[in-house]
């Protein structure tokens, strides 16, 4: 008798089937084929879940924006007390900067889709008016809460698009001084 697999379960280990296959083959690598073996299901168990290549895409962007989401919420010092100023801004930069390699790789492949993907630049847009409004409310001056998010960004997009990896030092000095920026 078959069992019916929790379908949260099933999306997860399909996006994360996508997420390797990318990493491996990159994105013209990413075939529904390719994707079913790797997780050890029928095409039609995954079209189950993704009806198409590009549900599969936006769900594979969709887990990443959400898994940064929840890094930034775990990287929230629990010493601050909430209504700290600044405590969220912190937390976007700790996140920010220590994003896991898998997370940056594959960051870096589907961001080169956006551009050309209008529903997942929807979608990142949505994520960073998210994380604006809440450094907006976060008790900073907020033009610099605005400076500091726009930096951090820029930090990582720079890496993302492989125009620029800076090196530790400069790196961590510059996590410093943004650090230093949520302080002042």
Known sequence: MRTRSDPAEMRRRLLDAAGD??????????TL?????????????LLHHFPSKDAL?????TQLLDEFDAEVERSIDQSEPPGTPGRYTRA????????DQRQHDLGAILGLLVG???ALL??????FARALARIAADGLDPVRGLLV??????VIFYELLGMQTLPDEQCWALFDELMRLTRS
Do not use: H, W
């Not at 929807?122 to 994520?127: F, G, K, N």
């Open 57 to 61: 895409i936006r769900g594979l962007f």
């Open 92 to 99: 976007y930069i700790r996140a920010s900067f220590a994003s």
């Open 116 to 118: 050309a993907n209008p």
């Open 33 to 45: 084929d390719a994707v079913a073996q790797r997780a050890g299901v029928s095409k039609g168990g």
């Open 122 to 127: 929807d979608l990142a847009r949505t994520s």
């Open 21 to 30: 296959v990318v990493l491996k083959q990159g994105l013209t690598g990413l």
């Open 149 to 154: 998010q726009m930096a951090t960004d820029g």
